[in-house]
């Protein structure tokens, strides 16, 4: 019985680290070309990079092209361009 609970145990512990660490998105770093502000959303194009940052209700953002950020997202796909929907993002100390 208790190597069944151990079994057990072990395998929700198992799972529960495995959906952790796939969840988990890396953290990215680039500079701002140009910015885009509409009332519901903020685009953000990056120099050399073709992906765009797309941020929703956007908070009152202190950034300029030509600023290196630090953001974090789901990569997405809309109308065959790639986007990524900005989690977290925050301007590097230059």
């Known amino acids: ?22 969840q988990t998105k890396p953290i990215q770093t680039a500079t701002i070309e140009s910015i885009s502000k ?19 209700d ?5 950034l300029n092209p030509g600023d290196q950020i630090k953001f974090q997202g789901k990569p997405d796909t809309y109308k065959n361009q790639k986007q990524i929907i900005i989690e977290k993002i925050s301007k590097l100390n230059k």
């Not at 019985?1 to 799972?15: D, E, S, Y």
């Not at 509409?38 to 929703?56: G, P, R, Y």
């Open 1 to 22: 019985m208790k190597l069944v609970n151990l079994t057990l145990i072990l395998t929700l512990l198992g799972i529960l680290t495995i959906t952790f660490i796939s």
């Open 58 to 62: 956007t908070p009152i953002l202190n």
């Open 38 to 56: 509409s009332n519901f959303k903020t685009t953000i194009k990056l120099q050399n990079k073709a992906t765009e940052l797309i941020i929703f």
